[in-house]
């Protein structure tokens, strides 16, 4: 997993030093088969409807490089029109593939006159903000800090006082926090403290779960610490980091061959002159779902009836066209046909007809069903051979050759069934899990890879007696003394949920026999050892 402490747009890895994660450096559109620029905007008077797909562009890579993944994306149009921000809603976009942005939306009225003060080859004033979110691995320092409680809830009392807040502005709080309220202690000799920056940031992501609470996807500051709070440095965590890119709407449109071809009126034609139809989809297509999605349209008019049909990689916009007889109003109809994959095979679902406007949205409420995106990262195939997902009579299998895959339903379930092949052929039953909306995107934690565990160390009662003095040191870390009836707990970072947490170590420990009597202190060689629960060994 990646180490969240960039350097020119790298990130470490925590396991592999010698591989980096490379971040994009920005957007770009995608394009269709003849290399038109997949960016539409359909323009009305009573509403705009903006078509959008963009992937990531990343610089040039080594071969130690990888691209960066992310675990979640989402866009909204931000305008400085007359030096004055107005930023639009957010909107959700996939995730699992260099495509950050492929969705079909139609826009809210401050969003419609954003996109209407934007000219065809005006200034730069419109442009996409893309945030990413990344999880990756805390850095690690062999230091416990001890926070002071009172001064915590100090720090957080403006936050606590408007009720409840978010993540970045409880970690800037706690960021803050003068010296007087933190405690450095070493936990090995010679422990070089990290940059005050970087420990401050470590400190408050390691503290932010002890100091608030969940409400949604909210927190609420707690008030009732205790006296002091102690957050241990070197044990491995993951936290989450937001990736900003910006692509310019205006820039583009300055600079393709012909603006009027992604930038358009949507007009009320006169008698016998053609008449557009803007379409534009929004159901995600793929083989294991919606297969394909046809349209159908009844203009009344000499033109009769339209019809187009969306593919799984084609182009989700499309413009039909058709002569208006009279000047009675326009009364077009439509209904929609989708070839969805079930657990029978393919299905037809048809739709009731429907009246629209010169401007239509096809989205699954529409069609009157859901969709579910079920997603895998490439690292959870590093430890299992397929993820299967079931809900219902249907189970998804997701591979490293096809790690997504979609569910099509009237309704979405609480819940899925998960489990896992390992790459020995063992299955591994995860359990009910629940569903979020849209769907699942299973990385890492899912499968609980990097995963700290709490491996506790202790000597078998019948060897207590003929031990005087013991200390047990892991790899890596200090030596420590207990009491023979005692136990040290240590924390490990394990491979994988199914695979038992590993740790080498060894003991000093001065024998005692029979009457009491001590010898001289043996060492033992470094063992290996495996399990939450590790009953140490001594030499003879």
């Known amino acids: 997993m990646l180490l969240l402490q960039p350097h020119d747009g790298r990130y470490p890895d925590d396991a592999e030093p010698a591989r980096r994660w490379v971040a994009p450096d920005g957007l770009e559109p995608l394009r269709d088969p003849a290399g038109v620029p997949q960016v539409f905007i359909a323009r009305g008077e009573t509403g705009s409807v903006l078509t959008l797909r963009l992937r990531a562009h990343s610089p040039v890579r080594t071969p130690d490089e990888l691209a960066i993944r992310y675990d979640a994306a989402r866009f909204r149009l931000r305008s400085t029109v007359a030096g004055a921000r107005t930023d639009g809603r957010w909107f959700d976009a996939p995730t699992g593939s260099d495509v950050v942005v492929d969705r079909t939306v139609a826009l809210d009225g401050i969003e419609a006159a954003m996109i209407r003060a934007l000219a065809p080859r005006g200034a730069d004033t419109l442009e996409v903000e893309v945030e990413l979110t990344v999880v990756g691995a805390l850095p690690r320092w062999p230091w416990l ?8 809830v100090a ?113 009320t034609p006169a008698p016998l002159q053609a008449a557009v139809v803007h379409v534009g989809n929004d159901v995600p297509l793929h083989p294991t779902g919606v297969a394909r999605l046809e349209v159908e349209l009844s203009t009344g008019s000499p033109s009769g009836r339209l019809h187009h049909a969306f593919e799984p990689g084609a182009p989700s916009f499309a413009r039909l066209a058709y002569v208006r007889e009279t000047a009675a109003p326009v009364a077009l109809q439509w209904i929609a046909r989708a070839t969805v994959m079930t657990s029978a095979g393919p299905q037809v679902i048809e739709t009731q007809a429907k009246s629209t406007g010169p401007m239509l949205e096809l989205v699954p409420s529409a069609l009157d069903f859901v969709v579910l995106r079920f997603a895998a990262d490439a690292v959870v195939f590093t430890r299992v051979r397929e993820l299967s997902v079931t809900l219902g009579r249907r189970t998804l299998v997701l591979t490293a050759g096809e790690p997504l895959a979609f569910a099509v339903g009237q309704h979405a379930p609480a819940s899925v069934t998960v489990a896992a092949v390992g790459t020995d052929g063992a299955r591994h039953d995860l359990g009910a899990v629940p569903l979020l909306p849209g769907g699942l995107v299973f990385g890492a934690l899912a499968l609980g890879i990097g995963e700290t565990a709490t491996v506790t160390l202790s000597l078998p009662e019948a060897a207590r007696a003929r031990v005087a003095y013991l200390a047990v040191q892991v790899e890596g870390g200090p030596w420590r003394t207990l ?16 695979t038992a947490p590993r740790l080498r170590y060894r003991t000093r420990h001065v024998p005692r026999d029979a009457a009491g009597a001590t010898a001289a202190m043996v060492e033992s060689p470094l063992r290996d050892a495996s399990g939450e629960s590790i009953t140490l060994e001594l030499p003879p």
């Open 145 to 152: 800090v001890r926070l002071d409680g009172p001064a915590v």
């Open 155 to 267: 720090q957080l009392q403006t936050l606590a006082a408007a009720g409840t807040t978010t993540r970045e502005a409880v970690l800037d709080a706690l960021a803050g926090l003068g010296p007087q309220a933190l405690l450095w202690l070493p936990k090995q000799a010679g422990a070089i403290p990290p940059p005050p920056d970087a420990g401050r940031a470590a400190v408050a992501e390691h503290a932010l779960a002890s100091v608030t609470t969940a409400e949604g996807e909210a927190l609420r500051v707690r008030t009732d610490l205790p006296a002091h709070l102690d957050v241990d440095l070197s044990v491995w965590r993951t936290a989450a980091t937001t990736l900003a890119l910006r692509w310019s709407l205006s820039q583009f449109l300055a600079t393709v061959p012909d603006p009027a071809v992604h930038l358009f009126e949507v007009i």
């Open 483 to 498: 009491d023979p009836g005692g136990s040290v707990r240590w924390p490990v970072r394990r491979d994988d949920r199914f």
